[in-house]
């Protein structure tokens, strides 16, 4: 129970950083979000997504545009505003030290396996 709940908040901890950086790469539809976020293993629901783009929106991070779809009615593409890529470049640098924190503060982890583990040679 506490691993899944701690992987929980580890992936929450993520996700507007995750939406952030796939909408920096340009205009995007809300399903397309979904398909990069499920090709990179974070599988989130609409229900989930729709609150964290309105949350983003109304805090300046994103805007939007209506363009007429082919395939029914008009669709909602995403954008990410100035102050969107002003927040995505101080998370880059704290992703970047939290990564760095985790990996150093497992090296004992890693050393310690394969010093009780080591792979012998054939």
């Known amino acids: 129970m ?22 920096s ?21 609409e229900g989930t997504l729709y609150p964290l783009l309105t949350r983003l929106k ?20 995403y954008e990410i505003t100035p102050a969107g890529l002003d927040v995505l470049d101080r998370l880059d640098k704290t992703w970047n030290e939290l990564a760095f924190a985790v990996d150093t503060a497992m090296e004992h982890r890693r050393t310690k396996s394969t010093t009780e583990n080591p792979l012998t040679e054939q």
Do not use: F, H
Not at 2 to 20: H, P, S, V
Not at 25 to 45: F, M, N, P, T
Not at 58 to 77: A, D, F, I, V
């Open 58 to 77: 109304n805090n300046g991070l994103l805007s939007y545009n209506w363009r007429e779809s082919t395939s029914g009615p008009p669709r909602k593409y």
């Open 2 to 23: 506490i691993a899944e709940n701690t992987q929980t908040q580890m992936r929450k901890g993520i996700l507007d950083y995750c939406i952030l950086s796939i909408i």
């Open 25 to 45: 790469q340009g205009e995007i539809y809300a399903s397309d979000i979904l398909s990069e976020l499920k090709k990179a293993r974070l599988l989130v629901v």
